[in-house]
Nanobody, 117 residues
Framework: QVHLVESGGGLVQPGGSLRLSCAAS????????MRWYRQAPGNQRELVAT???????NYVDSVKGRFTISRDNAKNTVYLQMNSLQPEDTAVYYC???????????WGQGTQVTVSP
């Protein structure tokens, strides 16, 4: 069974920062591009950031310059550093492992991020 375990969510004021972490099982992590999605109430799930096996990154326009995705292959962990947070960043954030070979997807349980004064 694949496990993706997220942590780091919480309540923060506008302009603040949070760092999300997602620890994955080793074999899956080593075969996957890693992604962070988010879903706000009433909205569809949105792809926020991707980091490939080679370390290439991509971001949705709304977070460019504020969020940074990174991966530690020794720890089988992907991170999302979120700076200059705004109320519109409020959502449940989900970690995703996309296995390149099989095109399979695995999901974490989600972690709530709330940006409010």
């Amino acid at each position: 069974q694949v496990h993706l375990v997220e942590s780091g969510g919480g309540l923060v004021q506008p302009g603040g920062s949070l760092r999300l972490s997602c620890a994955a099982s080793g074999i899956i992590f080593r075969m996957s591009d890693m992604r962070w999605y988010r879903q706000a109430p009433g909205n569809q799930r949105e792809l926020v950031a991707t980091i490939t096996l080679r370390g290439l990154t991509n971001y949705v326009d709304s977070v460019k310059g504020r969020f940074t995705i990174s991966r530690d292959n020794a720890k089988n962990t992907v991170y999302l550093q979120m700076n200059s947070l705004q109320p519109e960043d409020t959502a449940v954030y989900y970690c995703n492992a996309h296995v390149i070979l099989t095109q399979s997807d695995y999901w974490g349980q989600g972690t709530q991020v709330t940006v409010s004064p």
